[in-house]
């Protein structure tokens, strides 16, 4: 769902598909020998590490092919997307660091707001929405899903 | 690889403030409000959590309703693990187990012992079966015996699981029994299914020869007459409706394997509250509508509490580790 | 005869007022359910069952009731596949390909239409198939052992270049990327911990809805955030269903095939919904070639997966009831609902409790006449949940994401993974390898795996165990005329140019 009228623009993937071929040669290689790790199992003809190298065959030999012939990739993002993309996971990876500990209802509001904001809306909806948002997954996980969240610490209810 | 490093020390601290939090609380006291099943929805330990939390309410042993918490992981050991950082002194909660989770601890697949929980209680008992295709060339449990050591490789035998598991143990428990050197143990084909029924289906479909497991999972097939049972690995041949079905003490071989369900609760609570919630789970297994919900599951109402249980856990984790030095299974 | 007079009565029971509305209220619930990322009919169904309880149902308006939470759950699956290119559980994941590619075009209302005239064929087939076939169907689903269900798994991994109409090395690698992360977490045949690094948290395993919502509604949610100018605009056009029901009929081979393929992928125990849906789409793109724009948003890509995946679910049926054997997630709920209504399917189901079976059967027809006709209406009011600016939709998307992946095991380490997924899936994106053969992978290596160790358990450690059946062999032989036909079809396509 990104935007409707822009047609996402094909690039050439010499750079990407490279450097994606050797992340994953090196995944296969590594995978394949910390495979010889798992102890043969009790009493198994085929033991645990060797369906893991099984696959890591396929996926060294592809990710070989992939450097050797590279295909297309879709435009990186510039640098103030990938801003608002690290502040958005930042921002995502602290909610579940203080999900427990705040409770949901502080969490969720507070993330939810900074959230909208980082999608471009202007502080104002931004805290009604956000406001609105967090009361109603409360109410439709809490009460009518029946799925506890984490309460407020020093609120029982 | 960052992120998750990142995410590791983020749940370190959320874990810590909350171990913080729940020291400077006084610990509620009881009743009873949360059971966690160790497992996925769907399965036994959480059939267990929800059943007894559906009693406890009903007889009105607690106030309000059991809230059940699917904590899956390591065949319980994610709970276990959680219990023993995070709820330790948790007087409200219990956890669901079985010889399963038992037998997991005393081959060390925990991060603990047992002295790490304390034990409730037993509230009852699936037993093991073994069993062959209803077309089997195998009449009694002798014949099947005398192939599996004459020929043990001439025979692929089932269950729900894994090898040096509650059912392989059990059925090399009985081939021991019967004269099996030791040597010889581990050329008996063992297969692995995600329960009683596959294994059972898998029988049927002429894949394996053998199937040993719980009966509750697979006493339709008994009743439909698809399956042939050899022995039962129960002391006493069972209540109505497989009081025929022959035990393997009956055939001469000393052998019981049950598959108990019962619950643990965290090392750190107190004696007040460990009787109080021993004392609630005795009155709702006294209860005539415990005896109904564990019939109509192939369960045999079976009591254990206290420190009688926690002994009888002790001595079964022992017993195991026995066995599985024996078989191989652990050094 | 006995049948019919029994799925007579059955239906008589179905009518009656009080059940009509239940089977209403649990279709629009398991709708709701289904269609939020992350909640699927595992967790519908787990969370009424306390419910039904509560309310002290009789059996059978209990059954009527859950029932139709299933099926609502399998059917609101698609709405979000379509609509925001995030499936919301995993059998809904292939029609995102063709789903939301025509959501983007204005053709979200006939997307949706479609795909519901789909759903309900592919599941009345299957309904009609357990009535007819069940006890034969039984009978040949035990011929699968480990070595046939080995062969399966290897068609469907063959068949993958068919996912995308990208470049078929990149799926080939999706698929072992997946595999391997499939791998992770405790062997449950030896007990050994595979690439955990001492964590428990992945001791059962990566959670394939983790990997699910994290690779599409997190990556989604990246890629908007890509340029956020705009997100004040409602995010999407979304016109009538009604287009939708004619185009259902152009469609009508494609889904008479895909029902059918579906079904069989369900009776087997262990294929499930999820393969179902996946061979019914890779297959009925080969079966079309080139004469289909597959993955640019081809009518025939939503009706394939649709059928497919219903017909599955309803398929999947058979065993449960006639060998207690759930074939997937959500079955193992189902049966473990009847067990707790005192029914316990097996063997005997269909000779000792037969009024239940056939009242069971009649709901399923309710409950999925009930969702075709929802389906005008929920279109109307999806398309108002639309014209919500993205800047609301897509915070609310992620909030959604998070909660319910929270409630399923109540650890922040499972968001922590869906994140990591996210940014996995954002950067799979740009190198344009799909992510739909990951979540295969991750899905279906587990049972793959293991069906080989036990074959080769069973032969001893001889790998000539798997192809000494009938069965496996036609299944391969099958997978290479496939292989062969399309390598063939390319080169003459090459040739004539």
């Not at chain 2, 059912?167 to 050197?181: Q, S, T």
């Not at chain 3, 059978?60 to 029932?67: F, G, N, P, Y």
């Not at chain 3, 034969?136 to 068919?162: H, S």
């Not at chain 3, 054997?325 to 707790?340: E, K, Q, W």
Request: hydrophobic fraction near 50%; charge should be negative; glycine fraction near 12%.
């Amino acid at each position: 769902m990104s935007e409707t009228d822009v047609q996402p623009e094909r690039i050439s993937g010499v750079v990407g598909d490279r450097i994606a071929g050797a992340v994953l040669l090196v995944l296969a290689v590594a995978a394949w020998s910390y495979s010889f790790n798992f102890t043969a199992g009790f009493m198994q003809p085929v033991g645990p590490g060797v369906f893991p190298r099984l696959v890591c065959v396929p996926l060294g030999v592809i990710s070989l092919y992939l450097i050797l012939r590279p295909g297309f990739n879709q435009r990186w993002p510039h640098r103030a997307a990938l801003i608002r993309q690290g502040c958005a996971l930042a921002l995502l990876t602290s909610y579940g660091a203080f999900l427990e500990p705040w409770g949901f209802l502080p969490a969720s509001l507070v993330t939810v707001i900074l959230l909208i904001r980082l999608f471009g809306a202007r502080w104002k909806p931004a805290l009604v929405c956000g406001a609105v948002l967090t009361v109603g997954l409360y109410g439709l996980f809490e009460f009518a899903l029946g799925m506890p969240l984490p309460n407020m610490p020093g609120l029982d209810w | 690889m960052s992120i998750l490093k990142r995410a590791r020390h983020g749940f370190a601290a959320a874990a810590f403030l909350g171990a913080g939090l729940a020291l400077s609380s006084p610990s509620q006291a009881l009743p009873i409000d949360e059971c966690i099943a160790p497992a996925d929805p769907g399965g036994g330990w959480d059939f267990t959590c929800r059943s007894v939390g559906k009693l406890l309410r009903d007889l009105e042993l607690v106030d309000g309703s059991v809230q059940v918490t699917n904590m899956p992981g390591g065949v319980g050991a994610v709970a276990f693990a959680n219990v023993a950082s995070e709820r330790s002194d948790d007087s409200d909660l219990i956890v669901a187990t079985s010889t399963v989770g038992m037998t997991q601890i005393a081959q060390g697949q925990y991060p603990g012992g047992a002295d790490t929980m304390r034990w409730l209680a037993m509230l009852g008992t699936d037993v093991g079966v073994i069993l062959v295709d209803d077309e089997s060339e195998y009449q009694t449990l002798d014949e099947l015996l005398d192939d599996m050591i004459n020929e043990p490789d001439s025979l692929a035998m089932a269950g729900s699981s894994g090898a040096g598991g509650w059912d392989h143990i059990r059925a090399l428990m009985l081939a021991k029994a019967a004269g099996m050197p030791a040597d010889q143990i581990s050329s008996v084909k063992w297969v692995q299914f995600d329960g009683g029924g596959p294994a059972v289906t898998q029988m049927m479909g002429g894949h394996v020869d053998v199937v040993s497991t719980d009966l509750g999972e697979i006493a339709g097939f008994i009743e439909s007459g698809d399956v042939r049972v050899l022995a039962v690995l129960s002391e006493e041949p069972l209540p109505e409706p497989f009081e025929d079905l022959p035990t393997a003490t009956s055939q001469g071989y000393d052998v019981t394997g049950y598959n108990w369900r019962g619950f643990y609760t965290g090392g750190d609570v107190s004696d007040d509250d460990y009787n109080a919630m021993v004392e609630t789970l005795q009155t709702l297994y006294d209860s005539d509508e415990w005896k109904d919900v564990a019939q109509q599951n192939g369960l045999v109402p079976l009591w254990r509490g206290g420190e009688d249980f926690d002994d009888f856990v002790r001595q079964s984790i022992e017993n195991v580790q026995e066995v599985s030095r024996e078989i191989g299974v652990i050094e | 005869m006995d049948t019919l007079a029994f799925l007579a009565q059955g239906f008589a029971v179905a009518v009656e007022p009080q059940h009509l509305f239940l089977a209403l209220v649990g279709c629009a619930l398991g709708t709701l359910i289904g269609s939020l990322p992350g909640l699927g009919p595992v967790n519908g169904v787990a969370l009424m069952i306390p419910l039904t309880f509560n309310f002290g149902l009789a059996p059978t308006a209990a059954l009527i009731l859950l029932v139709s939470i299933y099926y609502g759950c399998m059917y609101g699956g698609r709405i979000s596949s379509i609509l925001l290119n995030i499936p919301g559980d995993e059998p809904a994941m292939m029609t995102t390909l063709d789903g939301h590619p025509m959501a983007r075009q204005g053709l979200g209302g006939k997307a949706l239409g479609l795909s519901g005239v789909a759903s309900f064929v592919g599941a009345t087939v299957a309904t009609i198939g357990l009535t007819l076939f069940a006890p034969l169907l039984v009978g040949v689903a035990i011929q699968f052992g480990p070595a046939e269900y080995f062969a399966l798994f290897m068609l469907a991994f063959a068949t993958i270049g068919g996912v995308t109409s990208g470049s078929l090395s990149k799926s080939f690698i999706a698929a072992c990327l997946g595999l391997l992360l499939g791998t992770v977490g405790l062997d449950s045949v030896s007990s050994v911990p595979r690439y955990t690094f001492g964590w428990f948290e992945i001791y059962d395993g990566i959670d394939f809805i983790v990997a699910l919502v994290g690779l599409f509604a997190i990556s989604e949610c990246l890629l908007f955030l890509e340029d956020t100018r705009h997100s004040d605009k409602p995010t999407l056009k979304l016109g009538s269903a009604l287009p939708g029901m004619r185009s259902a009929w152009q469609c009508r081979s494609t889904i008479t095939r895909s029902s059918f393929i579906g079904f069989i992928a369900g009776v087997l125990p262990g294929a499930g919904a999820a393969l179902g849906s996946f061979l019914s789409y890779t297959l009925e793109k080969r079966w079309l070639g080139r004469h289909g724009k597959f993955g640019q948003g081809d009518p025939r890509g939503v009706a394939a997966p649709e059928a497919g995946n219903n017909a599955a679910a309803g398929g999947a049926l058979i065993p449960m009831l006639s060998l207690g054997i759930p074939g997937s997630g959500t079955t193992a709920i189902l049966l473990a609902m009847l067990l707790s209504m005192n029914i316990t399917p097996g063997p005997l189901l269909f000779e000792d409790q037969p009024e239940m079976v056939w009242g069971l059967v009649a709901a399923l027809f309710i409950g999925n006449v009930m969702l075709l006709l929802l389906n005008i209406p929920l279109v109307g009011l999806f398309a108002r949940v639309l014209r919500a600016p993205g800047w609301f939709l897509m915070p609310m998307v992620v909030m959604v994401a998070f909660v319910g992946i929270y409630s399923l095991s109540n650890s922040a380490f499972d968001l922590y993974m869906m994140l990591a997924f996210g940014v996995l899936g954002y950067i799979l994106r740009k190198l344009e390898i799909p992510t739909v053969p990951v979540v295969l992978g991750l899905l279906l290596g587990g049972q793959m795996e293991y069906n080989l160790r036990r074959a080769m358990s069973i032969s001893s450690g001889d790998w000539d165990i798997l192809w000494s059946s009938g069965i496996s062999v036609g299944i391969y032989a099958f997978a290479a005329t496939l292989i062969v036909a399309g390598l063939l079809f390319n080169w003459l396509v090459k040739q004539s140019r």
